[in-house]
């Protein structure tokens, strides 16, 4: 019962390195996101795709790119780290579009650019 | 900005006690959802209400969600220290916001 996987647990990154948030689920759903966690802010979404092929703009999306490869997987990527990028990362996925009834989510990635 | 605001920010209560903790916004939601998340970890999904005025319990939680469905509360009886956790709620009306949070800890 694995639900959703995220890879890796932790990183730290020198301020211009690249990474890429690995995300996967078992669970047979169509909508798959991707949020952060600051204190004192909440979640705030970063990527969603509501289905296979299909992927759009959240909240705060500036300064990465999301890849939806095939229902299971949707990758998170930062093209050149800042600062301001350092939080905790959740993957999450829901059966309709929009987490209307609810989200499963991952552990995280706790994410530290320097 | 669609905002959701939880309240109290902390709680710090004895094992044994009740407490109530409380969402609101200005926004009609089509859901609400109530999270706990444990350090380290990912939120865990509670319930989620749709009905203006229901009612939900899960075992010593009890959620409410208001009759114009603009609130909630979630209030837990006899709090034992394995409810100590971030308790977050969010609202649904296309796009799904969360709230920043009600830290709880129950001590023994």
């Known amino acids: 019962n694995a639900g959703v996987t995220q890879t890796p647990k932790f990183q730290v990154l020198k301020t211009g390195q690249s990474m890429t948030l690995q995300c996967a689920q078992d669970?047979?759903?169509?909508?798959m996101y991707w949020y952060r966690q600051d204190p004192g802010m909440g979640l705030r979404l970063i990527y969603y795709?509501?289905?296979?092929?299909?992927?759009d703009k959240g909240e705060v999306p500036n300064g990465y790119n999301v890849s939806r490869l095939n229902k299971r997987e949707f990758s998170l990527r930062l093209e050149s780290a800042a600062p301001s990028q350092t939080s905790v990362y959740f993957c999450?996925?829901?059966?309709?579009?929009?987490?209307?009834?609810?989200?499963?989510f991952g552990s995280g990635t706790r994410l530290t650019v320097v | 900005t669609q905002l959701l605001e939880q309240s109290p920010q902390f709680l710090s209560i004895q094992e044994g006690e009740n407490l109530t903790v409380y969402c609101n916004s200005s926004?009609?939601?089509?859901?609400l959802q109530w999270y706990r998340q444990e350090p380290g970890e990912g939120p865990v999904l509670l319930v989620t209400?749709?009905?203006?005025?229901e009612v939900k319990k899960l075992k010593r939680l009890t959620f409410q969600f208001g009759d114009a469905r603009k609130d909630s509360s979630l209030h837990i009886t006899a709090a034992q220290p394995g409810d100590t956790g971030l308790y977050l709620c969010?609202?649904?009306?296309?796009?799904?916001?969360f709230g920043a949070g009600t830290r709880l800890t129950v001590k023994p």
């Open positions: 926004s009609v939601f089509s859901s």
């Open positions: 669970m047979n759903h169509n909508s």
């Open positions: 209400v749709v009905t203006g005025g």
């Open positions: 795709s509501a289905s296979e092929g299909t992927t």
């Open positions: 969010a609202g649904a009306w296309g796009a799904t916001r």
């Open positions: 999450a996925s829901s059966v309709g579009n929009r987490g209307v009834l609810g989200y499963t």
